[in-house]
């Protein structure tokens, strides 16, 4: 089983949609979780990021994580087509604070 | 301030050669990861450098490797290119944030192995 789980989509929305992309996880032991959004032709970059469980809101970005299930959820409300990227989900564990990636999931928001 | 930067932006090569990719982190950054982002594999970490040294690797074989120059700019060398490594190769520069470590990544050197 790998570390970090994350179905590769496409998911494909309308636009005004309220979106949910997930990741599963395995080691019980993973303290911080992020999301990073990745355009296409560019490098990832970092949306947002939490520690333990809970949720945390950034706009209309809010991220939850689940310890008990080893879940973690990006909702994105009312998508907009410049949301359409890959997202990723990333644990990062170990002293080095190395992350381990999910594989992404593809968003279309079409218009 | 100016972001990570790679280059070459695309890169094409034949099996059994070596390829050289290059990057350059953010000013005052002084760790460099690299990532290879295969179709359908995610981000795979490959190498970390920091202050010049090595400071961990992931499961790759040891064709792939590099090093970190005093200016904190990094290489990447792949020997006897395999068709398996085409890919985007991806580096980034950190800064911690809280306690936590953030990620800038570069755009990509896209190498294809032919």
């Known amino acids: 089983q790998k570390e970090v789980e994350q179905d590769p989509g496409p998911l494909s929305v309308p636009e005004g949609a309220i979106v949910s992309l997930n990741c599963t996880y395995s080691?019980?032991?993973?303290?911080?979780f992020m999301w990073y959004r990745q355009y296409s032709r560019k490098g990832p970059e970092l949306l947002m990021y939490?520690?333990?469980?809970g949720n945390k809101e950034d706009g209309r970005f809010t991220a939850q994580v689940d310890k008990s299930s080893k879940y973690i959820s990006l909702f994105i409300r009312d998508s907009q087509p410049s949301d359409s990227a890959t997202y990723l989900c990333?644990?990062?564990?170990?002293?080095?604070?190395?992350?381990?990636f999910g594989r992404g999931t593809s968003l279309i928001v079409h218009p | 301030e100016a972001g990570v930067t790679q280059s070459p932006t695309h890169l094409i090569k034949t099996r059994g050669q070596q390829a050289t990719l290059r990057c350059s982190p953010i000013?005052?950054?002084?760790?460099v990861y690299w990532y290879q982002q295969a179709l359908g594999l995610g981000l795979q970490f490959l190498l970390w450098y920091d202050e010049g040294e090595e400071r961990n690797r992931g499961n790759f074989p040891p064709r792939f490797s590099g090093r970190q120059f005093p200016n904190y700019s990094s290489e990447l060398n792949v020997n006897a290119l395999e068709l398996e490594d085409s890919a985007l190769y991806l580096c980034?520069?950190?800064?911690?944030?809280?306690?936590?470590?953030?990620?800038?990544f570069g755009p990509g050197t896209r190498l294809t192995v032919t």
């Open positions: 939490t520690y333990s469980s």
């Open positions: 980034a520069s950190r800064i911690r944030t809280g306690r936590l470590y953030e990620q800038y």
């Open positions: 990333a644990i990062p564990s170990g002293g080095s604070y190395i992350p381990t």
């Open positions: 080691n019980s032991a993973f303290q911080y």
């Open positions: 000013s005052g950054h002084t760790s």
